[in-house]
């Protein structure tokens, strides 16, 4: 058995989780960019929360962002989360 490193389930796994996380922060923080120019700057509580979010949460702020007016509207999005 001939089996390079590339070859291997293991290393695929790994790869793509690698490649997955980087999606997810390059999400939040094109997400976070986005807020802070839609709503000003974000206090640290509602970064956080955020910054807590997953991909599929993260998309769909990204999208509820649009609609936004105030930090009043991301927090009630938020809590509408919980």
Same mark, same amino acid.
């Given at each position: ?18 490649? !997955?996380?980087?999606?997810?922060? =390059? &999400?939040? $923080? +094109?997400?976070?960019?986005? /807020? ?8 640290q ?6 910054e807590?979010?997953?991909? !599929?949460?993260?998309?769909?702020? =990204? &999208?509820? $962002? +649009?609609?936004?007016?105030? /930090? ?11």
């Amino acid at each position: 058995l001939d089996i390079t490193l590339q070859e291997t389930r293991l290393y695929r796994d790994i790869k793509e989780e690698g490649r !997955e996380e980087g999606r997810e922060e =390059g &999400e939040r $923080l +094109l997400v976070l960019r986005l /807020l802070s120019r839609r709503v000003g700057e974000l206090p640290q509580e509602a970064r956080s929360q955020v910054e807590a979010l997953s991909l !599929e949460q993260l998309e769909n702020l =990204g &999208e509820a $962002l +649009l609609d936004f007016t105030s /930090l009043a509207d991301l927090e009630a999005w938020i809590a509408n989360q919980e």
